[in-house]
């Protein structure tokens, strides 16, 4: 499992490497118990990405990071938010009426 050899196959991994990578994501949901507190998830996120960032990170890998951050909030947004709050404007109705 290499997070280097995988990034230019991002988004989409192959069901093959994303196995792998699953392990390793359900390993850390079973140590940390995330939906108590929001900062751990951040901390967690964070160090992440100080890891992918490298030992000398430059502007272009810096962009690179953001521009995960970014692609990462708007596909949860399009995938989850956007469906949960279309079923609250179904419930209570929609305020651009």
Do not use: F, Q
Request: proline share 3%; net charge neutral; charged share 35%.
């Amino acid at each position: 499992m290499n997070w280097k050899g995988e990034r230019r196959k991002m988004p989409y991994i192959s069901k093959v490497h994303r196995k792998d990578w699953d392990k390793v994501i359900k390993e850390i949901l079973e140590t940390v118990y995330i939906d108590t507190e929001p900062g751990i998830l951040n901390y967690i996120i964070t160090k992440i990405l100080i890891e992918a960032l490298g030992e000398t990170p430059n502007y272009k890998r810096y962009n690179e990071i953001i521009g995960v951050l970014e692609c990462c909030k708007l596909e949860l947004y399009r995938r989850k938010i956007s469906e949960y709050e279309n079923s609250k404007i179904e419930l209570n109705g929609d305020v651009y009426e």
